[in-house]
């Protein structure tokens, strides 16, 4: 067995950070007219908002996989540590399981200046809220019709427009081209990830012509790109001008006030199988009441199965983007074997060389995702399993809490955002027959076309 690797950077940023005491909440709550999203007032989200907690001692796969099933998220993995998110409730459960816990800072929470509700706060406006992307989108569209088209697939649970953009020359004609799908946040607080989503529109339409690589692709490829899986959890994260470290979507759940799924661990392959996920509504990684009861996930699951045409899935690839700790993540997610039903060891191995290529381009960590913890029905597991699609998982930056955890300044948008465009080039160009990373274009890719 290989030995764990180390998700994240060293935890000694996380002391520093500790020290950088950050100010209280605002304690009086400014009330306002509640928007659907979002409880009563300001100070109870507050109360009710999950912390990221460090927690020492857990060292091995079984051991994260246990820390995973008391129901919070792990969001940083290191050698004998590991970053959770959680609930009153689930570290009290983490506690009982013999680990010690320290209390990282909350996000910052600035003033929340009125006309500024809804939005992000300071040092955070250049990320784009749900109408700010539909804006930039929508300017898009108008200024590049011949490469870049808007469909609407479905609507969210709060009925927010779910988007999917394609890029290829000749737009409006379905080609027979291979295709790859880019999908971002599916949880609510990886904010990063919608501007990944909209760099790619924007660097796409806007070198086309110019850079060799881009004109390829657009000429060559069907490019899908499905910037927000889950609106509503981002606009509720950001509605009150104070973060609320929401990950799920915002479906109620029968029976309790507890709201939502966790998307990524609703699809519909394995779902629930493997102690990779919740079956309380209350915690952060609760896996819905059946695959694919989310709204987000049946939209997007829907989309996935019109691309199979003729009984072909065109979709060869795909990178479902999240935050953070700079990984490079394959499937599968619900089990440790590398190989078994489903996965040959020529999987797994063109997996792995294309993981690894496109990590040594951005300098991520390349590993199977399990390597983290055990997940079930998470969607690059439901991609692979259900579609036979190469699907990645990045997690963007920062590689620890210490670079700002799921909310890093504005700043490093322009950076963190291109520093994956090789990876996403190499994925493209590699989609017309993924087995030729292991030198097996012969064997899979020929007689039928394009991979
Ligand atoms: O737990 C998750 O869903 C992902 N981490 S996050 O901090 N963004 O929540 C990791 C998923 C790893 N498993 C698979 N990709 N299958
Ligand atoms: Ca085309
Ligand atoms: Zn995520």
């Known amino acids: 067995m290989r030995p764990p690797r180390i998700r994240g950077g060293r935890t000694t940023v996380l002391a520093a950070i500790l020290a950088l005491a950050l100010a209280a909440p605002l304690a009086a709550a400014q009330a306002q007219a509640s928007p659907p999203t979002s409880p009563t007032t300001r100070a109870e989200q507050s109360a009710d908002r999950p912390h990221q907690y460090e927690v020492t001692g857990p060292a091995t796969r079984a051991e994260r996989t246990a820390l995973a099933s008391t129901g919070a998220s792990v969001d940083e993995v290191h050698a004998r540590a590991a970053v959770i998110t959680a609930d009153g409730a689930q570290a009290a459960l983490v506690r009982q399981l013999g680990y010690s816990l320290r209390k990282l800072p909350d996000p910052p929470s600035p003033p929340a200046a009125s006309g500024r509700i809804k939005d992000f706060p300071d040092g955070y406006t250049n990320y784009h809220n749900y109408d700010e992307a539909t804006k930039e989108i929508d300017g898009l569209v108008a200024k590049h019709p011949d490469i870049l088209s808007k469909e609407v697939i479905g609507k969210s649970h709060e009925g927010r427009d779910i988007l999917a953009l394609k890029l290829s020359k000749n737009?409006?004609?379905?080609?027979?081209?291979?295709?790859?799908?880019?999908?971002?946040?599916?949880?609510?607080?990886?904010?990063?990830?919608?501007?990944?989503?909209?760099?790619?529109?924007?660097?796409?339409?806007?070198?086309?012509?110019?850079?060799?690589?881009?004109?390829?692709?657009?000429?060559?490829?069907?490019?899908?790109?499905?910037?927000?899986?889950?609106?509503?959890?981002?606009?509720?994260?950001?509605?009150?001008?104070?973060?609320?470290?929401?990950?799920?979507?915002?479906?109620?759940?029968?029976?309790?006030?507890?709201?939502?799924?966790?998307?990524?661990?609703?699809?519909?392959?394995?779902?629930?199988?493997?102690?990779?996920?919740?079956?309380?509504?209350?915690?952060?990684?609760?896996?819905?009441?059946?695959?694919?009861?989310?709204?987000?996930?049946?939209?997007?699951?829907?989309?996935?199965?019109?691309r199979n045409v003729g009984?072909?899935?065109?979709?060869?690839?795909?990178?479902?983007?999240?935050?953070?700790?700079?990984?490079?993540?394959?499937?599968?997610?619900?089990?440790?074997?590398?190989?078994?039903?489903?996965?040959?060891?020529?999987?797994?191995?063109?997996?792995?060389?294309?993981?690894?290529?496109?990590?040594?381009?951005?300098?991520?960590?390349p590993e199977q995702s399990?390597?983290?913890?055990?997940?079930?029905?998470?969607?690059?597991?439901?991609?692979?399993?259900?579609?036979?699609?190469?699907?990645?998982?990045?997690?963007?930056?920062?590689?620890?809490n210490g670079g700002g955890g799921f909310y890093p300044k504005d700043s490093v948008i322009p950076k963190e955002t291109s520093r994956n465009k090789d990876a996403v080039l190499q994925l493209l160009e590699t989609a017309d027959c993924p087995y030729r990373a292991i030198g097996k274009e012969d064997q899979y890719c020929k007689g039928n076309g394009k991979g």
């Open 171 to 306: 737009v409006t004609k379905d080609e027979n081209e291979p295709e790859v799908l880019f999908t971002a946040h599916q949880h609510a607080r990886e904010h990063l990830t919608v501007e990944m989503a909209l760099y790619l529109l924007n660097e796409f339409t806007s070198k086309y012509g110019s850079d060799d690589r881009i004109t390829k692709m657009l000429d060559s490829r069907e490019i899908w790109v499905i910037p927000d899986l889950n609106p509503d959890g981002g606009e509720y994260d950001i509605a009150t001008g104070e973060f609320q470290m929401w990950r799920k979507n915002r479906q109620p759940n029968a029976g309790t006030d507890e709201v939502g799924t966790d998307l990524n661990r609703n699809w519909d392959f394995k779902w629930g199988c493997c102690n990779g996920s919740s079956d309380d509504p209350a915690d952060e990684t609760y896996r819905g009441a059946s695959a694919a009861s989310a709204p987000e996930v049946q939209v997007v699951s829907k989309f996935v199965h019109s």
């Open 311 to 365: 009984g072909k899935q065109q979709i060869k690839a795909a990178i479902d983007f999240h935050t953070y700790s700079e990984l490079v993540l394959w499937p599968f997610g619900f089990t440790n074997d590398e190989t078994g039903p489903g996965m040959t060891q020529d999987d797994h191995d063109t997996f792995a060389t294309i993981g690894k290529k496109m990590a040594a381009s951005n300098g991520y960590t």
């Open 370 to 400: 399990s390597e983290l913890y055990i997940t079930d029905g998470a969607i690059d597991d439901w991609l692979w399993g259900d579609q036979k699609i190469f699907a990645y998982t990045f997690e963007m930056y920062p590689s620890s």
